[in-house]
């Protein structure tokens, strides 16, 4: 039977007992992460918590709705048993009718029938650090290749002592007023999990510098068990010229290759980021975005005027 939570009768004890044993763990699922980036989150759960979905959840002008958190590509279904499409399926059907619009990304395991569900594929891209750094090397593109050249001709050094203000203000400055979409509250959001996330060794922040000493690069990866995740990243124009990043990543590589890990890149449906990430031998791995609208017709236009043309 599957039944509805609301965050306060949530066991987050358990919760996490299953997301750990669960056959598609991953730490946006974990309920410390979830407080982070969506408070006050609920739930489905079935059979003393052995199949869970967590419900990321939100309310304007009188709308109760499911959203994609910032910094969490995927959610969806958790399990320890057997993952099936029929299962996914009945908790998408069980989400409660009170929220009247859902737009969120299932994990790569959970498989939906698209004749039923208004689902479309998103890409991911992950690169598996079973083989040893030469080999791994050999599969990067001449382009990779080049600016590692470049990076060890410039004198870039890669080290481990970077703050997160430092990455957050890096790309504040560099991203931040071009990209327009975080605001001072998801910067506030990602600098907690940061932190939350180093202090639970859950995370490791990177970052390049110059000879001069200045910091041109840096980048943030999530830690969980067999998969590493490259969460969040910024790099200046002199990074850019002296391939910085590309050392960055390379290090990286280096420093876990050998291991029966996942590096994974979090994908991007930009064809320009996506081909960056699969310059390093990375491959696609697909999941689900899911839509369900059950909104009246005059809101379902007001939805769709401020997405197509205020966003």
């Known amino acids: 039977m599957i039944r509805y939570l609301k965050h306060p009768d949530i066991d987050k004890s358990r919760w996490d007992d ?3 044993h669960s056959v598609n763990r991953i730490i946006y699922a974990h309920s410390w992460y979830l407080d982070i980036v969506c408070q006050g989150w609920d739930a489905l759960v079935e059979d003393d918590y052995v199949t869970l ?3 990321t959840h939100n309310r304007k002008f009188g709308v109760s709705y499911l959203f994609q958190p910032y910094f969490t590509q995927q959610l969806g279904l958790f399990t320890r048993n057997h993952l099936t ?3 996914v399926h009945d908790f998408l059907d069980s989400i409660p009718d009170k929220f009247k619009f859902v737009e969120i990304n299932l994990n790569s395991l959970n ?4 004749a039923i569900y208004h689902a479309s594929p998103r890409v991911n891209l992950e690169l598996d650090m079973i083989n040893t750094y030469e ?3 050999k599969n990067y593109d001449q382009n990779v290749k080049r600016n590692l050249k470049k990076a060890f001709e410039s004198s870039i050094t890669i080290r481990r002592k970077v703050e997160p203000d430092e990455l957050i203000t890096l790309f504040r400055e560099n991203y931040g007023t071009k990209e327009k979409k975080l ?4 910067y506030e959001v990602l600098r907690k999990l940061m932190i939350c996330c180093l202090k639970r060794r859950s995370g490791v922040m990177m970052g390049a510098w110059l000879p001069d000493g200045k910091l041109c690069a840096a980048a943030f990866f999530l830690l969980d068990r067999s998969r590493i995740i490259f969460h969040f990243a910024a790099s200046d124009s002199r990074a850019r010229e002296s ?3 590309f050392l960055l990543i390379d290090s990286f590589i280096r420093e876990y290759a050998g291991q029966a890990l996942t590096l994974d890149f979090e994908g991007s449906n930009d064809p320009n980021v996506s081909r960056f990430y699969k310059s390093f031998g990375a491959v696609e791995c697909n999941y689900y975005k899911v839509t369900i609208d059950r909104l009246p017709w005059i809101a379902q236009k007001a939805v769709y005027f401020k997405k197509r043309f205020l966003q």
Do not use: T, Y
């Not at 605001?183 to 998801?186: A, D, H, I, N």
């Open 111 to 114: 498989k939906v029938d698209p």
């Open 243 to 245: 391939g910085a990043m």
């Open 85 to 87: 499409e029929k299962l």
């Open 135 to 137: 080999n791994l090397r």
């Open 53 to 55: 979905f967590p419900l």
């Open 183 to 186: 605001k001072f509250r998801q």
């Open 18 to 20: 299953c997301i750990n």
